[in-house]
């Protein structure tokens, strides 16, 4: 058994998490697996699995190994596919991190579309608006908002975003209605923390054609969008957010919009990838489906 099998096996094994229901799956003889996995731990040195008659683990050797293995079976396909006709039909198992309002309000509502475009890609889909290691995580691509900071993965700008600064009804009718960028100084702020820096993401707004950043004193602050819009709900203070997750309530009048006639500079949004010399043919098809839905969500 070569090193290719064998590392296949054990990412098998661990993402069934078992042998039998990995040789189940590659149709192999039940031993076989238990084997490949004795194989890999005496020539690396190192467990890779916690086994015992009822559960199965893997230790941080073994997961440290299984992202590896994973990263490469994936070059090795991408490397076979580009030679052959079989990469005019992307396919396989696409690790994507979404920032939490992109996701919720952008991408998992259309992701359905995207399924049946691409019947033979499997996405698996972490959301988060932390910075991740796409390395490390073996993730493919990356999807964040706003001003990226320096990162060693390669960044495509896909478009942009509308964005609103609004408060909730019962925050404006204790508080009052800003009139201007002065009055809105007064006011709470509900803050949105962004990057390793923890840093406050400024609030911008369009005057006369001129943009100005603001840094406005928090009442709170939150590096989760889920939470800030919770909160901005409870009527803690002013939050400015993505317009597309936030219109719902300001149709229903649960939100307010504030300085309407200010508006917030959009956000840009961009992919986030590994650098590589062929870039994965199921990666290029969810860029440009998500270029092409984030074009036809900023259509008035």
């Known amino acids: 058994m070569d090193r290719i099998e064998a590392m296949q096996i054990f990412v098998q094994v661990v ?5 039998t229901a990995a040789a189940d799956h590659l149709q192999l003889h039940r031993p076989v697996p238990t084997r490949a996995i004795q194989t890999l731990e005496q020539e690396l040195g190192v467990r890779l699995l916690n086994r015992t008659t009822r559960k ?3 230790t941080d050797e073994g997961e440290d190994f299984y992202q590896r293995a994973v990263q ?29 309002t992109i996701a919720k309000s952008l991408v998992i509502p259309r992701l359905p579309e995207f399924q049946r475009a691409y019947p033979q890609i499997e996405i698996h889909l972490g959301v988060t608006d932390q910075p991740v290691d796409l390395v490390d995580a073996g993730i493919d691509c990356v999807v964040r908002l706003g001003d990226l900071q320096d990162s060693s993965a390669v960044a495509k700008r896909i478009g942009q975003l509308d964005m609103a600064t609004c408060a909730a009804r019962t925050y404006i009718e204790q508080y009052g209605m800003p009139a201007n960028l002065e009055e809105l100084r007064l006011h709470k702020a509900i803050n949105f923390t962004s990057g390793r820096s923890r840093r406050l993401v400024d609030w911008t707004f369009n005057e006369a054609g001129d943009e100005t950043r603001l840094k406005l004193a928090s009442a709170l602050v939150t590096d989760n969008s889920d939470a800030l819009l919770t909160c901005a709900l409870s009527g803690m203070g002013i939050i400015q957010g993505v317009r597309l997750a936030l219109q719902p309530y300001l149709d229903s009048g649960r939100l307010v919009e504030v300085l309407p006639h200010l508006p917030a500079s959009p956000k840009p949004i961009s992919i986030l990838y590994p650098h590589r010399a062929h870039l994965p043919n199921k990666t290029a098809a969810f860029m440009e489906w998500l270029k092409d839905i984030v074009n036809s969500s900023c259509k008035p």
């Open 56 to 58: 199965l683990s893997v």
């Open 15 to 19: 993402e069934k998490g078992s042998f």
């Open 72 to 100: 490469l079976l994936a070059t090795l396909e991408d490397s076979f596919a580009s030679y052959s006709g079989a990469q005019r039909i992307p396919k396989g198992r696409l690790k994507v991190n979404l920032a939490a």
